[in-house]
T-cell receptor, first 115, second 114 residues
């Protein structure tokens, strides 16, 4: 079974600072990778996804993530955060293959951006 | 034209009651899911249905029973509610298994058991 680790529980940044949120997964096969964002009081929205191809994927709102297969990582980055980026960020993995319906989430990283 | 909708948005009830949460998706997806998000924001899959057929049933008390009358609906019925059932429940849907398995989430139902 797959699992996902997000190492940072709570990250506090000032506006314009650069962001990198770590995500590592454990699964021996091929995976699809996702980052979701949950703004306060709202539902999860997809930021970006990786299925195949270029390991550097760009998402909405200036976010990007890099899939490094050898490190089983899919870290999320943004060069300059804004106050409106304050939210909870979830990394998720879906193992491909038969019965690959299950999306396994990490425990989330809370990002607080100080104006 | 909401893609995944849930009702109610908030549900406050007493211990021991039975309640249902409804979910509908208008995306034409074959697969639907229920997740539980606890007070620490941890999201855990509970059930998944593909075209009205149960395909994932995680370790969830049998007080929780999903019902899928058609592939656009996946309702969650909870019997004999307990304090520990308080959480936010999210419904989601996706295309059938394959390369593109992005899940679309509903707005959530905040259940409070008193």
């Amino acid at each position: 079974a797959q699992s996902v680790s997000q190492h940072n529980h709570h990250v506090i940044l000032s506006e314009a600072a650069s962001l990198e949120l770590g995500c590592n997964y454990s699964y021996g096969g091929t995976v699809n990778l996702f980052w979701y964002v949950q703004y306060p009081g709202q539902h999860l929205q997809l930021l970006l996804k990786y299925f195949s191809g270029d390991p550097l994927v760009k998402g909405i709102k200036g976010f990007e993530a890099e899939f490094i297969k050898s490190k089983f990582s899919f870290n999320l980055r943004k060069p300059s955060v804004q106050w409106s980026d304050t939210a909870e960020y979830f990394c998720a993995v879906n193992a491909r293959g038969a019965g690959s319906y299950q999306l396994t989430f990490g425990k989330g990283t809370k990002l607080s951006v100080i104006p | 034209d909401t893609a995944v909708s849930q009702t109610p948005k908030y549900l406050v009830t007493q211990m021991g009651n039975d309640k249902s949460i409804k979910c509908e998706q208008n995306l034409g997806h074959d697969t639907m899911y229920w997740y539980k998000q606890d007070s620490k924001k941890f999201l855990k899959i509970m059930f998944s249905y593909n075209n009205k057929e149960l395909i994932i049933n995680e370790t969830v008390p049998n007080r929780f029973s999903p019902k899928s009358p058609d592939k656009a609906h996946l309702n969650l019925h909870i019997n004999s509610l307990e304090l520990g059932d308080s959480a936010v429940y999210f419904c989601a849907s996706s295309l059938k298994t394959g390369v593109n398995n992005e899940q679309f989430f509903g707005p959530g139902t905040r259940l409070t058991v008193l």
